[in-house]
């Protein structure tokens, strides 16, 4: 029981992380284009959207990972 509400929280954080990078690359759609065209690879305009996304993780991931420790002991 606990394992599948486990992969059903997982599942609707992954649809809310790719809902937000989706209205992120809509509202940048000329950005992007102009970079596109000036020059800019497809990894840099991916390391460009993505940056946001992954600061937000990585904070995410520092205060949870302490939190979880300390529960799981």
């Given at each position: 029981m606990?394992?599948?509400f486990t992969s059903l929280a997982i599942l609707v954080a992954c649809l809310g992380l790719f809902g937000l990078a989706s209205l992120t690359i809509q509202r940048?759609?000329?950005e992007i284009g102009v970079r596109k065209i000036l020059g800019?690879?497809?990894?840099?305009l991916l390391v460009?959207?993505?940056?946001?996304?992954?600061?937000l993780i990585l904070l995410a991931f520092v205060g949870a990972a302490p939190?979880?420790?300390l529960l799981m002991e």
């Open positions: 606990v394992g599948l940048r759609m000329k800019a690879s497809t990894g840099r460009l959207l993505t940056g946001e996304f992954t600061r939190l979880a420790y």
